[in-house]
């Protein structure tokens, strides 16, 4: 069976190397997410172990659909009976760009139609659509003209961990706090600090990482409603689980230092760290980031600052003087987290930097200035290594 697994674009790499680290044959990175083979047991593995990923999609046909007619055809080739039954619920998610089939509505009905004609034919009955929450999330991708059947193995997206108790401003998704993790290397057995958590995303998630703790082990998949996951399937996902158990360390090696100024932030890293588990691995403070001192001779500082907004006062409706007082301010604030960052000799510093002017205010030149996209925003991972 073929899979592919989505991520945030721009963390690619990240995804790419969990998965070979799993050990899933045929590992190979492509544009918003990697593919890799393997019984359904890979697929379920990647959703167990797999912190960077977005969805884990099985892919049942890949055929030419040029037109509607084709589109509807290529579907009903699919053995639909191995995968639902009159009494499991579907729903079709379409996403589409093609210059025949526009509407992505459209398109997610000809799939349906097709499914449920198949099961009709060869059940003596058909299933009921709910698209709220069905049983089996059929996924269709269609672009230049060839189309691409998926089931979605998760269900809910894999960001959901389940810890998220309580939300701040601007937090970042689960996965792309794990992404930045990767991707800016760093270690979970050394400190680690982050004096913006905002709601500890990065700080709970390293924690996660540093004890060793799966990010799917509290949660429920879609693939366990599909009527197929009574048979071999169920038992294999309780061995893939209980030996994920099997490998949590009791604490995490290193101290974990999360930090913020607001205490509504401080108020729901609280809640997420002992949702997520890993209260008692977090050194939790109300402080201003820039007093931040190094606690240890080495370690790792990662944050996401704020972009400017909130800080600078400025925004939407803003004259041209106050927007000016802002940027000033602004720039104030983020020499103060430089100067905080430099005086951390021996550190790593990795920043989720969506302004460049922090960029020009650090004096050092990143070690790494990796792009990705933070939903919509662009932003910048940079990786300092500190003198
Ligand atoms: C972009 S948010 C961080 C979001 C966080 N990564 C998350 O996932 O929830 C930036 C955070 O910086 C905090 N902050 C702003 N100025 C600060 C300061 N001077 N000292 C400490 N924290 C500050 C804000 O309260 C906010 O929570």
Same mark, same amino acid.
């Given at each position: 069976m ?7 674009? /721009?963390?690619? /790499? ?7 680290? &799993? ?10 997410? *990697? ?5 359904l ?14 969805? *884990?999609?099985l892919e049942l046909a ?15 080739a699919v053995a639909w009976q191995d995968w639902l039954d009159v009494?499991t619920?579907l ?5 589409? #760009? ?17 499914a449920?004609?198949v099961l009709?034919?060869r059940l003596?009955?058909?299933p ?8 089996v %999330?059929i ?10 059947l998926?089931l ?71 693939f366990?409603?599909w009527p197929s996951y009574?048979g071999g399937p169920? #038992? ?8 994920? %158990? ?14 913020? /100024? ?19 691995? &977090? ?40 927007? @000016? *007082? ?9 020499? /103060?987290?430089?100067?905080?960052? *430099? ?27 990796? @792009? ?16």
């Open positions: 073929r899979f592919f697994a989505t991520c945030a674009k /721009g963390t690619e /790499g990240a995804l790419r190397r969990e998965l070979s680290g &799993l050990r899933l044959p045929a590992v190979r990175g492509d544009r918003g997410g *990697v593919s890799f083979e393997g019984a047991e890979a697929g379920m593995r990647a959703c167990l172990h797999a912190r960077t990923a977005m969805r *884990v999609l890949r055929f030419p659909a040029p037109d509607a007619a084709a589109l509807y055809e290529g579907a009903r009494r619920t729903a079709v998610e379409a996403t589409v #760009s093609s210059t025949t089939i526009t509407h992505s509505g459209f398109a997610a009905l000809k799939v349906k139609d097709a449920v004609d009709r034919e003596g009955a058909r009921d659509v709910d698209p709220k929450d069905p049983d %999330r996924v269709l991708h269609l672009a230049r003209d060839e189309a691409t998926s979605d193995l998760a269900g809910a997206p894999l960001h959901r961990r389940g810890y998220r108790a309580v939300t701040t401003e601007a937090p970042l998704k689960e996965t792309l706090a794990a992404a930045v993790l990767l991707l800016g290397g760093v270690d979970p057995a050394l400190p680690f600090a982050d004096p913006m958590a905002g709601s500890g995303t990065l700080a709970i998630e390293h924690a996660l990482r540093a004890r060793r703790i799966a990010p799917g082990l509290d949660r429920a998949f879609g366990q409603r009574r169920q #038992s294999a996902w309780d061995r893939m689980k209980a030996a994920a %158990r099997a490998e949590i360390l009791p604490r995490a090696p290193a101290p974990i230092v999360a930090r913020d /100024g607001h205490p509504k932030a401080i108020q729901a890293l609280r809640l997420n760290a002992a949702a997520a588990g890993v209260e008692a691995d &977090l050194e939790i403070s109300q402080a201003d980031a820039r007093d931040l001192q190094p606690s240890a001779d080495a370690g790792a500082i990662v944050t996401n600052p704020p972009y400017g907004e909130r800080l600078g006062g400025g925004g939407e409706g803003a004259s041209a003087a106050e927007a @000016r *007082v802002a940027g000033k301010k602004l720039q104030g604030f983020y020499r /103060g987290l430089a100067e905080m960052l *430099v005086r951390h000799h021996g550190w790593t510093a990795v920043v989720l930097s969506g302004n460049p002017l922090l960029e020009r205010a650090i004096p050092i030149r990143p070690a790494v200035d990796h @792009r990705l996209w933070n939903g919509p925003l662009e932003a910048h991972l940079l990786k300092y290594e500190l003198p």
